[in-house]
């Protein structure tokens, strides 16, 4: 049975991110390597996500990974960030025709088992269907479609001012949108909100 996670993890990239995703179940998040450094909403969005749930960084090993995780861990509150860390293993990922500058494995080159032993050794909060709480019930995919901000004509302009009103970065595409809302929001919550701001629209 797959764990789930609790806090947000947060990763480099989409490759780093389908690794954590076939280990665990949580919530993940892309730094896209450096371009969080120009996203001006990147670290206030990560902020916000790590008063609500709290943040776990995970990044490579290598030379940019721990720059990477430096700057995040500087512009970040500590009191809500762990960090987690994977073992140095020299090799290859399978997609690359040759290894990193450092020849050491990242984030992707992980198996299953070591994504969660390290997620475990930062401190992560897990749980399991027979474990976990009740929790509210999420957002989902038909809810967006039902008030109009994906699937419809103009779900973007919709959907461009409700980021606006939340103060979310403006590129959130759905499925983020989906992600980030059932971190900080339950469905009750949302879909109050949704039918204060929107009944005219739709």
Do not use: W
């Not at 992600?179 to 929107?198: I, M, Q």
Request: with cysteine; proline share 2%.
């Amino acid at each position: 049975m797959m764990k789930h996670v609790h806090e947000v993890i947060v990763v480099e990239g989409r490759y780093d991110k389908n690794t954590v995703h076939q280990a665990v179940s949580a919530t993940i998040i892309e730094t896209s390597g450096f371009g969080f450094l120009k996203n001006k909403d990147k670290i206030p969005l990560l902020r916000r996500l790590a008063g609500k749930r709290g943040l776990i960084i995970l990044t490579d090993n290598d030379r940019a990974g721990f720059f990477i995780r430096g700057r995040l861990h500087g512009m970040l509150s500590s009191a809500n960030v762990k960090h987690a860390y994977i073992p140095d293993i020299k090799g290859r990922e399978k997609r690359k025709k040759a290894a990193s500058g450092e020849g050491k494995l990242g984030v992707e080159g992980m198996t299953q088992e070591i994504i969660i032993k390290s997620l475990e050794l930062a401190g992560a909060t897990f749980s399991d269907k027979n474990t976990a709480p009740v929790s509210p019930e999420r957002i989902t995919k038909a809810d967006l479609f039902g008030c109009g901000l994906s699937g419809r004509e103009g779900s973007a302009q919709k959907r461009r001012k409700l980021l606006r009103q939340l103060n979310l970065p403006e590129r959130l595409a759905a499925n983020g949108l989906l992600e980030v809302l059932n971190v900080l929001y339950t469905r009750d919550e949302f879909l109050s909100l949704n039918s204060n701001s929107y009944d005219s629209d739709l």
